[in-house]
């Protein structure tokens, strides 16, 4: 078995730089968009999505900061910030014993 690795021939890396251009930049917009809008980021606005389809709708904080590809530092944060505005309440489950949040957030 050959194990050279193959590399991309014209057509495909085209292709590839497209997609990671176009990742980028939809990355970024959605970010702009969601901060002048909603003060929030991309990341922190699609914690509750990945709660609400959760057992329980908790998660110990390595599974989503794994999905979201943050630290569990910045999702910590991400927590936090709508907990302490008093969007919602972050909870001790017993099922992880770690903070989680309810997939229905409460308005303040």
């Not at 050279?4 to 702009?32: C, H, I, K």
């Not at 990945?50 to 709708?57: E, F, K, P, R, W």
């Not at 908790?58 to 999905?67: F, H, K, V």
Request: no cysteine; aromatic share 6%.
């Amino acid at each position: 078995m050959d194990t050279t690795p193959r590399w991309l021939d014209a057509d495909e890396q085209r292709a590839s730089m497209a997609y990671v251009a176009f990742s980028t930049l939809l990355g970024d917009y959605l970010n702009r968009r969601l901060r002048r809008d909603a003060e929030t980021t991309h990341a922190d606005y699609t914690l509750p999505a990945q709660l609400s389809s959760a057992l329980d709708h908790a998660l110990g904080m390595s599974e989503p900061a794994r999905r979201l590809k943050i630290t569990r530092s910045r999702l910590t944060h991400a927590v936090n910030r709508p907990a302490e505005a008093g969007s919602w309440t972050a909870v001790r489950t017993p099922r992880t014993g770690v903070a989680g949040v309810p997939s229905s957030p409460t308005r303040a």
